[in-house]
Structure formats: C-alpha cells, structure tokens
C-alpha cells in the first residue's frame, strides 16, 4: 500500500490550493480514504474523508464549506480542493487508508498559508 501526496505549496490568505493523493498497491475503489493534517506543535487531526464510491464525504468544522474531497477511482486518486485558506490552515496534510493489513499514510505535503 502506497499513497503519495503532491500539490502543497505556499498561498496567500484567501487564496485556494488542490492537494492530490496518489494511490497504488491496494483495490482503490474498494476502500474508503481520509485526508488529516498536522500543525507545528500540535497532534495530527482530521480534515475530510469519503466513502469508497465517493457519494458520501465528511469534514472537521473548521474547513465546512472551504474544503472538497473527491476521489476518481480510474485513476487511483483522491484530491482536496481547498479554497478561501487561512493561516490557521498551516499544516502537513496527509492521506490516509484503513486497509485490512493496517493503516497507512503518506509522506505529507506542506501547505503554508501567508501574506
């Protein structure tokens, strides 16, 4: 089981950014993947997950209405799209599956949020 996160970056507040997730070594569409991310000095927390097929998504409160997941199942990906970031948003984002062999995670990407 793989997953590799790509697309952080340093934006501006107000600004948007789309974090991808690249799957391999696993049945992709079979399982449910999550996004969670970790500040500097604080524990990692959730942010979004969806559900195997993608018709059912779910977010932490501070990113309602900011965040989208979404997976395409042919290609193995899972994405967020994140719009109208706030510094509060700096963290490490990380993908996340609960497969049958165990939990796995990827290497994180950073994303920075700063005038």
């Known amino acids: 089981v793989l997953l590799a996160e790509s697309g952080g970056g340093l934006v501006q507040p107000g600004g948007s950014l789309t974090l991808s997730c690249a799957a391999s070594?696993?049945?992709?569409?079979?399982?449910?993947l999550s996004w969670y991310r970790q500040a500097p000095g604080k524990e990692r927390e959730f942010v979004a997950s969806?559900?195997?097929?993608?018709?059912?998504?779910n977010y932490a409160d501070p990113v309602k209405g900011r965040f989208t997941v979404s997976r395409d199942n042919a290609e193995s990906m899972v994405y967020l799209q994140m719009n109208s970031l706030e510094i509060e948003d700096t963290a490490v984002y990380f993908c996340?599956?609960?497969?049958?062999?165990?939990?796995?995670w990827g290497q994180g990407t950073q994303v920075t949020v700063s005038s």
């Open positions: 996340k599956v609960q497969h049958y062999s165990g939990v796995h």
């Open positions: 070594g696993f049945r992709f569409s079979s399982y449910g």
């Open positions: 969806i559900s195997s097929t993608g018709t059912s998504t």
